[in-house]
T-cell receptor, first 114, second 113 residues
Framework: NAGVTQTPKFQVLKTGQSMTLQCAQD?????MYWYRQDPGMGLRLIYY???????DKGEVPNGYNVSRLNKREFSLRLESAAPSQTSVYFC?????????????FGAGTRLSVL | AQSVTQLDSHVSVSEGTPVLLRCNYS??????LFWYVQHPNKGLQLLLK??????LVKGINGFEAEFKKSETSFHLTKPSAHMSDAAEYFC???????????FGSGTKLNVKP
C-alpha cells in the first residue's frame, strides 16, 4: 500500500533552472495538494486540486505551476527556480466529506536552489 | 476565515511527565480540527481529528485532544511522554467544504531522558 509517492526525494538546482516534482496517490482520492515547509512557518499551501480537471491557487502560488494529469497524479513545476524556493515540498491527498477529510502525505522532496 | 495559532514553538519535557501542546483556532463555522506529527526528515502522520462528535478525541500513541468551543482551543495532551514522542506537531483546521487545510506554525517537542 504505497499511499502518496513523491519523486524525487532530493534535488539541487541552479538559479533559473526548471524542474517538475511528481506526485501520485493510489487511494482514489479526489483532492490533492502541494505544500512547502519552511522553518518556523508550518506548511503553506501552494496549489490544490479539489477534483480531476480543476486546480486553484493556495497561499503562496507565485513561481509555481501545477497540472492535475489524472485522478492519481498532480505535478508541481518550477519554471525558473530561485533561491527563495529552497524548501521541503510535500504532496498530500484527501477525500471529500467530514468522515473522510484526512490528508495523507508523501515523504517530501528536499529542494535546494543555489 | 480559518486560522490556527500554536502558542509554543518549542516544548521540553522529561520522559514520563505529561505533555501539553497548545492550539487556538479561529473559524467562522463549526470546524474540523486535526493534529499531525512529523518525525525528523519524515512526512506528516495524522494523530487525531475532531469533526463535531465527542469533544474529547483519542488518537494514536496515547495522545488525546479536547475541543473547547468557548475557549476556541484544541490542546493536545499525553499523560506520560516517551522518548519516541520527540517530533514536531502541527495543529490544523479545515475549510467548510473540506477542500483546504490551514496549518499552525508547529511545536517542536523535546523529550529529555
Amino acid at each position: 500500500n504505497a499511499g502518496v509517492t513523491q519523486t524525487p526525494k532530493f534535488q539541487v538546482l541552479k538559479t533559473g533552472q526548471s524542474m517538475t516534482l511528481q506526485c501520485a496517490q493510489d487511494m482514489n482520492h479526489n483532492s490533492m495538494y502541494w505544500y512547502r515547509q519552511d522553518p518556523g512557518m508550518g506548511l503553506r499551501l501552494i496549489y490544490y486540486s479539489a477534483s480531476e480537471g480543476t486546480t486553484d491557487k493556495g497561499e503562496v502560488p507565485n513561481g509555481y505551476n501545477v497540472s492535475r494529469l489524472n485522478k492519481r497524479e498532480f505535478s508541481l513545476r518550477l519554471e525558473s527556480a530561485a533561491p527563495s524556493q529552497t524548501s521541503v515540498y510535500f504532496c498530500a491527498s484527501s477525500d471529500w466529506g467530514s468522515s473522510k477529510n484526512i490528508q495523507y502525505f508523501g515523504a517530501g522532496t528536499r529542494l535546494s536552489v543555489l | 476565515a480559518q486560522s490556527v495559532t500554536q502558542l509554543d514553538s518549542h516544548v521540553s519535557v522529561s520522559e514520563g511527565t505529561p505533555v501539553l501542546l497548545r492550539c487556538n483556532y479561529s473559524s467562522s463555522y463549526s470546524p474540523s480540527l486535526f493534529w499531525y506529527v512529523q518525525h525528523p526528515n519524515k512526512g506528516l502522520q495524522l494523530l487525531l481529528k475532531y469533526t463535531s462528535a465527542a469533544t474529547l478525541v483519542k488518537g494514536i500513541n496515547g495522545f488525546e485532544a479536547e475541543f473547547k468551543k468557548s475557549e476556541t482551543s484544541f490542546h493536545l495532551t499525553k499523560p506520560s511522554a516517551h522518548m519516541s514522542d520527540a517530533a514536531e506537531y502541527f495543529c490544523v483546521v479545515s475549510s467548510y467544504n473540506f477542500n483546504k487545510f490551514y496549518f499552525g506554525s508547529g511545536t517542536k517537542l523535546n523529550v529529555k531522558p
